[in-house]
């Protein structure tokens, strides 16, 4: 499948600047002059906030259609990619959606959309040694 549009989640991209394969993917859309939008279930208010942080003034510029969680509750859960879809003026089996998430993974494939789940890169975890700590036992 070539994909002629691309819908991205914003859980796709990671929250500091590592090069993840959506930042690649949006590269190569924005390059080839192909519609993409975003979709992330935050409230408005916060997919607002991380959408400025993430791309600043431009995300206006990038996204032609930004579906947020007050956009979901209007529409029904069902329905945010095939309101994408109308918005995009493109057929399911021509889009990308690009996502992280399991639910937005389940909904894109229930709208019949193609998707890619792009790597990110590994996060350490260090975990701290636990102490133990001696619980009292009393008996009854």
Known sequence: MTAQAFIFDLSAFPATGIEADAERLLDQAIEHGLPCALISELPHRQAGEQLRRRFGDTAHHIFSVVLT??????????????????????????????????????????????????????????????????????RH
């Open 69 to 138: 969680g007050a956009d979901f509750e209007a529409c029904g859960h069902k329905a945010p990619y095939s309101v994408v879809l109308d918005q995009l003026g493109v057929p399911a089996d021509e889009a990308l959606a690009v996502t992280t998430s399991p639910r937005a993974i389940a909904a894109a494939r229930s709208a019949h959309i193609g998707v890619q789940a792009p790597k990110v890169a590994p996060v350490s975890i260090i975990r701290k040694p636990m102490r133990k700590h001696a619980v009292q036992q009393t």
